[in-house]
């Protein structure tokens, strides 16, 4: 499978998980729109899920994957297996450490990761009591995304492209379960969701159990040993899942400072739902596949062919983003009027969360970046620099939170994220480039103009159109005829897009299907 098919697997699949998740959140605000129940879940939901974040989507397989590579190559299935298994058994053991002290600390750890909340008792209280139940799948997924690092590095994309999905399903199954009871945006329905959330985290892990077993790579619990090799993986890991993971940290952040704006976090989450589909089906499947691409490439001394991967992953990845990206800034009401505005959702709800849409996705390009231009560091084991340059971003992210916030509110806060990942974004490629492990080919200098151009002409083209149809969704028209008018908006917007990109020389349909069929190298 070359490195674009496999790519597009993955993205298929993660667009799959996405597009339920999308409907798991419309849902979510149909029956807790942006009140103090939706607040508490959505921090209860944040907080492990930002660890499944760093895990599963490729913080922690930075230092994982290139380690387990080399065995695999080296010493074969045997030895590669015998080291999975000391990292899984002396995960198990820190995390349900990890676990029994979070649980028993909550109420402390609150007061830091939504300090905004202890003004309102019930609010604050709420939510200590959802992050309690929701907390244990950290657990279970930092086990799954191992084997998830174990699979990937085999090669076989699908079982851990798929997991994800049984999270949305189990929620939206949860959520009509709520809806047809009734219970609406009360106590009760936060309770069934984060149960909810911790039933999938044990069918996620059991899927991709499965999978392991049936590549002759099942892993058994052992007793916990530091062995040199589990050593040298924390060593390398805890850069890594900082510097990997700087997405969802700064988006941890905003949420930490949201708590102290009314309704912020309800906001920015939501905005975020929606920005996340693009980041999720291009840059996470670009970063799953790059790294064991690289590490490969590297290892046998290619390096010219490590860099064709790169310059090719970047090139593909703005080809799909860079549109995605003006079409979120030219029609962020359109998009959030016809997702969320039903049931306990607001007008104003959705004018405010259009707002941190069109602000967090100013930054969805570098977020992108971040993906493809991580690997050339993680697949030749280095993960201090990025480090250093996540936390470079962090302390940007806080402190244009503060001072922004205190002007346009919680837009501001999504503007330093944004910020913060151009930031980041900028140190690595320069990094890359003066180490000369990345350099622009000459098709890729020529072909960024003319993606920007098409992207640019499909965005005036949109803004013309919204412009007309605008009150469709300002009227209170029925939500199936403000879908029927966002989908042709959206298919108005592709079509012109690809037809500007085979105009003026960016990419052409058949160079598309060549990418797929065949290797980069």
């Not at 049936?214 to 899942?241: C, E």
């Not at 607001?346 to 977020?367: H, I, K, N, V």
């Not at 965005?459 to 005829?481: E, M, N, R, V």
């Amino acid at each position: 499978m070359t490195l674009f098919k496999s790519a597009a697997t993955v993205g298929g699949l993660t667009l799959v998980s996405r597009a339920a998740g999308f409907i798991r959140d419309m849902l979510t605000a149909s029956v807790l729109g942006t009140g103090p129940v939706a607040q508490a879940f959505v921090v209860a939901f944040r907080f492990p899920n930002l660890f499944r974040s760093l895990f599963a989507e490729g913080a922690f397989n930075s230092a994982f994957v290139p380690m387990f590579a080399k065995k695999l190559e080296g010493g074969g299935e045997a030895e590669a297996r015998s080291f999975a298994e000391d990292i899984f058994a002396v995960m198990f053991a820190w995390l349900l450490l990890f676990t029994a002290v979070a649980q028993i600390a909550m109420p402390l750890l609150m007061y830091v990761i939504a300090p905004g909340f202890a003004g309102d008792q019930d609010k604050f209280d709420l939510s200590v009591a959802l992050t309690r139940i929701a907390f244990p799948y950290l657990l279970f997924m930092s086990l799954t995304a191992l084997q998830s690092g174990v699979l990937n590095s085999l090669r076989r994309f699908v079982a851990a492209a798929c997991a994800p999905i049984l999270l949305n399903l189990v929620m939206i199954a949860t959520l009509l379960f709520v809806h047809f009871k009734g219970w609406g945006d009360s106590a009760v329905t936060g309770y069934a969701l984060v149960w909810g959330v911790c039933a999938a985290g044990i069918a996620q892990f059991l899927l991709l159990y499965i999978a392991c077993s049936r590549a002759n790579m099942r892993l058994r619990l052992k007793f916990p040993k530091l062995t040199p090799d589990a050593k040298r993986l924390i060593r390398l890991g805890i850069p890594g899942v900082i510097a990997g993971g700087i997405t969802q940290v700064n988006l941890l952040i905003a949420t930490m400072i949201a708590t102290t704006i009314d309704r912020a976090v309800s906001y920015l989450y939501y905005a975020d739902r929606v920005y996340q589909l693009p980041l999720g089906v291009v840059g996470v499947a670009i970063g799953v596949v790059l790294l064991p691409e690289m590490s490969r490439k590297l290892r046998a001394g290619d390096e010219a062919g490590a860099l064709l991967s790169q310059n090719r992953s970047l090139e593909f990845a703005l080809f799909l983003t860079l549109p995605a990206t003006i079409a979120l800034i030219a029609i962020p009401f359109a998009i959030v009027n016809v997702c969320f505005e039903h049931g306990v959702f607001t007008r104003s709800d959705s004018f405010a969360t259009a707002y941190a849409l069109a602000a967090f996705a100013m930054g969805l390009p570098a977020f992108v970046i971040n993906k493809v231009f991580s690997p050339g560091f993680f697949a030749r084991e280095d993960t201090k620099r990025p480090m250093k340059f996540a936390i470079i971003s962090v302390v940007v992210n806080v402190l244009g939170s503060f001072i922004l916030s205190r002007y346009i509110g919680h837009v501001g806060i999504a503007l330093s994220t944004a910020l913060a990942a151009w930031i980041n974004a900028s140190l690595l490629g320069v990094t890359l480039a003066r180490h000369g492990h990345f350099t622009a080919d000459e098709r890729l200098r020529a072909r960024l103009p003319r993606i920007i151009a098409a992207s640019l002409a499909m965005g005036a083209l949109l803004l013309g159109a919204f412009y007309f149809a605008a009150p469709i969704f300002t009227d209170g028209q029925p939500l199936w005829l403000r879908a029927v008018v966002l989908m042709g908006l959206v298919t108005l917007g592709a079509v012109v897009y690809f037809i500007c990109a085979h105009l003026f020389g960016a990419m052409t349909l058949g160079e598309l299907r060549r990418m797929m069929r065949r290797s980069p190298a």
